[in-house]
């Protein structure tokens, strides 16, 4: 075999070969078979991708693919061409090498994304984790409301223990009323006062009566009860403590203001609603209830119904759960326990649909104004909130957004209660994740619901409602 050059050009354009290669040519005699040599040309491309390659020695290996794969011994014209193609030529390795090196790119686009996206879930876990570890230490309204247990005697300057129902008049002077329920308020470190630090204009306890006695005992579940926990130790006694420090006698005021002036300083026209959940019978239950009230009815500080107007006081009385709403409307000329109203019913009907929007249309510019006067058992006169699960009054159990008829829903329900003279609240609000938590109370606030029930006492008074640049990841929840 040999390899001869016919002619050679410019290092950059191809150089054109010979390579003369014997091969025994075919025949049916015997007699007539011998070797003869055929010529091959071959164009060689001077082309540099890589290390640099030697031209010779890639010449050499050309020409031994060619003789040991015969073009004319024992083949046909397609097998001819098969083996044409298994020749590995230097100019089609060359340029495969070239793909390959393309083809890595959006390998390493994708390493990047997951690099990018396992970062962030680090650092997500690592906040999760940081909230999990500062849940069990107090936060700062449990702080404050716990240093309220000593206070410093301004006759003598002497620190003396007392009650932590002691609430001076002076440590409300930089609290500001905030349009939020303190939702299952008992459970909190230091209940009541923690609401009170934060801002809070309504607060709620959960009542058990049993028929050995009169006492009502506070708590989630039955469970949850001890001798302790009373509706009268944990919030009939502090407000009662709180409400004759706000409305003193002394020597530069010989009478109670009318009306009297409520816990917090900055608004003392402000009310604080007690919301009470009968957790057992409704009757039973009731009796307790407005024997414990005594002690704020005799002072004047609550709200009532005098058979024309309502007249506001320091502290309003909610009844929900079991109260039951006979016994509520009972009387006629007074009346100092207000209703937990239904909002899915105020104007009639077992649904929202029928209940709301059957007083809607929702094509007209001026729907809601066109609302006509509604005739409900539930009134200012016997109830003062009206309240639903968001759940049953939306179908909104946790998804992204709020839907088009989920918003129509809601601005129906908020304009009829509030025809009616009533306040909206809605309860089962979501609490995790955050962003979504923070939208809910975004939109509710827009739409003008009255009060929002919140647990988280610190996110809703003072934190940012905003998203947050790590609460991407809750989309793919």
Request: glycine fraction near 6%; hydrophobic fraction near 40%.
């Amino acid at each position: 075999m040999e390899v001869s050059l016919l002619s050679e050009r410019h290092p950059s354009t191809p150089s054109e070969y010979v390579v003369t290669t014997p091969f025994e040519a075919y025949s049916d005699s015997p007699d007539h078979a011998e070797m003869k040599n055929a010529n091959v040309r071959m164009n060689h491309v001077p082309q540099h991708v890589g290390p640099r390659i030697n031209t010779s020695a890639s010449l050499w290996r050309q020409a031994w693919a060619l003789s040991c794969f015969p073009l004319s011994k024992h083949s046909s014209s397609s097998s001819r061409a098969d083996d044409e193609e298994d020749i590995p030529l230097l100019e089609e390795s060359l340029p495969r090498k070239k793909r390959h090196g393309r083809s890595r790119i959006p390998r390493y686009l994708v390493h990047s994304l997951l690099a990018f996206f396992v970062m962030l879930g680090l650092v997500q876990f690592l906040t999760l984790t940081c909230g999990i570890i500062l849940s069990f230490f107090p936060d700062e309204y449990d702080r404050a409301a716990s240093r309220w247990a000593r206070t410093t005697n301004t006759a003598t300057g002497i620190d003396t223990d007392t009650d932590i129902t002691q609430w001076p008049t002076d440590l409300s002077r930089d609290i500001f009323p905030v349009a939020c329920h303190s939702h299952n308020d008992y459970w909190r470190r230091v209940p009541l006062y923690s609401a009170l630090q934060a801002g809070c204009t309504s607060v709620e306890a959960d009542v058990w009566a049993f028929d050995s006695e009169d006492t009502l005992y506070v708590g989630h579940t039955t469970a949850s009860l001890t001798a302790h926990r009373t509706l009268q130790s944990m919030y009939i006694e502090p407000l009662l403590r709180i409400l004759e420090q706000q409305n003193p006698i002394t020597p530069f005021q010989r009478f109670i203001s009318t009306p009297s002036h409520g816990v917090f300083d900055t608004d003392p026209e402000q009310t604080l609603v007690l919301l009470i959940d009968f957790k057992t019978d409704g009757e039973s239950t009731w009796v307790s209830v407005m024997k414990e009230l005594e002690p704020l009815r005799e002072r004047g500080f609550l709200t009532y119904f005098d058979g024309n107007d309502v007249i506001h006081g320091p502290i309003t009385v909610v009844g929900t759960g079991n109260t039951p709403f006979e016994l509520v409307i009972s009387n006629s000329t007074y009346r100092d326990i207000f209703f937990d109203a239904p909002l899915n019913k105020l104007v009639g009907g077992d649904s929202v649909e029928e209940g709301v929007l059957s007083f809607l249309n929702f094509e007209s510019e001026n729907a809601f104004s066109d609302i006509p006067d509604m005739d409900s058992k539930y009134n200012i006169t016997n109830s003062y909130y009206a309240s639903i699960s968001l759940n049953d009054a939306l179908g909104f159990s946790g998804g992204l957004r709020f839907s088009k008829r989920q918003m129509e829903l809601l601005r129906g329900q908020v304009n009829v209660a509030h025809r009616l003279g009533l306040r909206v609240r809605y309860w089962g609000l979501p609490s995790w994740p955050r962003s979504l938590r923070n939208y809910v109370w975004r939109v509710l606030v827009q739409e003008g619901v009255d009060v929002l029930n919140v647990d988280d006492l610190v996110g809703a008074t003072k934190g940012s409602w905003r998203v947050g640049i790590f609460d991407w990841w809750w989309w793919w929840w």
